[in-house]
């Protein structure tokens, strides 16, 4: 199990990282879900690659 300090700078950047992963994948599923043309679709799909 990976610990971090919660007052360590990695830990801030590693909360950001996940939130914005976070909002690139409801994203990418609201576009699916909304059945939008496939080339709308992949831009956003690799930046949600951790």
Not at 18 to 23: H, V, Y
Not at 29 to 49: F, G, H, I, T, W
Request: proline share 6%; hydrophobic share 40%; net charge positive.
């Amino acid at each position: 199990m990976l610990v971090i300090d919660s007052q360590d700078g990695k830990f801030k950047r590693v909360i950001t990282r996940m939130r914005r992963i976070e909002g690139q994948a409801r994203g990418i599923a609201k576009m699916l879900e909304e059945e939008r043309y496939c080339v709308d679709c992949p831009p956003s799909a690799p930046m949600a690659q951790i």
